[in-house]
């Protein structure tokens, strides 16, 4: 048994008055935090563990009880110590939006996430939240060139091709900046929202929110990296929550010359980092089940691209030189 794990079941022992728990691995997410299930009298409880010197449980708390005060459906708080990294959670059982989302009930299921992010974004408070600025938005762009370009495909870019990246991605961060500023939860997608009873959907991951571009989470949702729609699917949806956010405040009519081109651009920006990720997973945290993701993820780039001149290059890069590498990688890999 690790010492965390020791740690964490003397602090519920002292919590819950039992001497005796049993904990099964819920979840070991992909950061640094882990989720224990525990069952308690018939229910059921998530006990996270959340190491303090590299996350931070009170902003966790602050930003679940200000979401719940709103009528979402965060996990409540049963008892935390900050000092430990230990919460003791509300368990919304084991059911994702991944696990249920199919044709029949995509509409259903994402018409309830688009409510709860009409909510995040109209009412949510931005004052404590770090602001996704400039620098913000290119260490997370730079993911993609440093840990999957670089450190695990071990491409060299020409002059030619890094010049083609340092266009798009100015492209990208010109028009994530231009956005109107809300609460942007960073991770609203399939693996992050729960099939709950009523309010749904059940919201996790929300710790590292930020102020930032309008389009952001709603990209994240629709342009998922873990499943995919057909495009005119996407922009439908997407148009529908366009009206949703007139009528919430969120956004203005006449900002709809700017939408597809925000939300478009916004989901190549995310996914440029998520593939970056991916490969991070792997490398610094040995994480290696993230990486069947990265086609799917960056073939959203590829089906966006041919819109923006300023993207046509990092397109090329991406098809000619990326993918294929790509894909010889994970070939030796399963070769040995």
């Known amino acids: ?153 071990g491409l060299t870019l020409s002059s030619g091709e890094e010049a083609d990246l ?25 693996r992050n929202l729960m099939i709950t009873a009523s309010p749904s959907p059940g919201i996790l991951d929300f710790q590292d929110a930020v102020a930032g571009p309008v389009t952001y989470d709603l990209v994240s949702l629709l342009r998922d990296c873990y499943i995919a729609w057909p495009r005119d699917r996407v922009e439908e949806w997407a148009w529908g929550y366009f009206g949703l956010a007139v009528q919430s405040g969120i956004l203005r009519p006449e900002q709809e010359a700017d939408f597809l081109r925000w939300f478009d651009l916004m989901g190549v920006q995310r996914h440029l980092k998520a593939s970056g990720i991916f490969a991070r997973l792997l490398i610094r945290d040995g994480k290696p089940g993230y990486l069947g993701n990265i086609p799917r993820t960056l073939g959203y780039v590829l089906e966006v691209a041919p819109a923006y001149a300023p993207l046509r290059g990092l397109a090329e890069l991406i098809a000619g030189r990326v993918l294929p590498a790509l894909s010889q990688a994970t070939s030796r890999a399963a070769t040995t």
């Open 1 to 153: 048994m690790s010492e965390r794990r020791a740690l964490l079941e003397d602090w519920l022992r002292a919590v819950l008055d039992r001497s005796e728990i049993s904990l099964v691995l819920a979840s070991g997410d992909a950061s640094f935090r882990h989720y224990w299930r525990l069952a308690l009298d018939g229910q059921t409880l998530i006990a996270m563990d959340a190491p303090p010197e590299v996350e931070d449980t009170e902003r966790f708390v602050r930003i679940a009880q200000t979401w719940r005060a709103l009528g979402l459906r965060t996990p409540a708080i049963h008892a935390r110590d900050a000092g430990s990294g230990f919460v003791l959670l509300e368990d919304f059982g084991q059911r994702h939006y991944l696990d249920a989302l199919d044709d029949a009930t995509a509409d259903r299921l994402y018409g309830d996430a688009l409510g709860a992010l009409a909510i995040i974004q109209a009412c949510a408070p931005t004052t404590e939240l770090p602001a996704y600025d400039a620098p913000f938005l290119r260490r997370e762009l730079d993911l993609f060139r440093h840990w999957l370009v670089e450190q695990y495909l």
């Open 166 to 190: 340092e266009e798009g991605l100015g492209l990208l961060t010109a028009s994530a900046l231009e956005q109107p500023r809300v609460c942007v939860h960073r991770d609203f997608h399939s």
